[in-house]
């Protein structure tokens, strides 16, 4: 039975790359995996692009290792950070992460995706909104 998916998809809500998960499975973990799995197709005999311009994600992809990731990659980051990670770098005397709250309300683009696969039956279990 599957517990968890984890789905990234474009601004228009195609699907571009997914993991499936049972049991209780941390978000962090599927990140990584869903992002080497993207793939978006280009007109011409070109090379598929690998690499999305932005990631728009939930307070559950908020770490470091993810935040670094995309960050090596060229990767603008839409995810806001948890209270205990903005507390502690008031501590610490950092800044916390600007947030691109623009791009992060389309995350919802996500949301309707996997509702739609729900919808026609496709896919019948939570999904985890990635980008």
Do not use: W
């Not at 005999?45 to 670094?68: D, L, Q, V």
């Not at 791009?103 to 990635?130: D, F, M, Q, W």
């Amino acid at each position: 039975m599957v517990n968890g998916i984890y789905l990234a998809c474009d601004g228009q809500g195609c699907a571009l790359a997914f993991t499936l998960t049972a049991g209780n499975v941390n978000d962090c973990t599927q990140f990584e995996q869903v992002m080497t799995r993207i793939s978006i197709k280009r007109r011409g005999p070109r090379r598929p692009r690998t690499k999305p311009e932005r990631a728009a994600a939930n307070e559950g992809f908020s770490s470091t290792k993810i935040r670094t990731y995309l960050q090596r990659r060229g990767i603008t980051a839409a995810i806001p950070e948890r209270i205990d990670q903005i507390n502690g770098r008031i501590r610490r005397g950092e800044s916390p992460c600007r947030l691109d709250r623009a791009a992060y309300r389309r995350r919802n683009v996500v949301e309707r995706c996997s509702n739609k696969l729900k919808h026609n039956k496709a896919i019948g279990t939570t999904a985890t909104p990635l980008t």
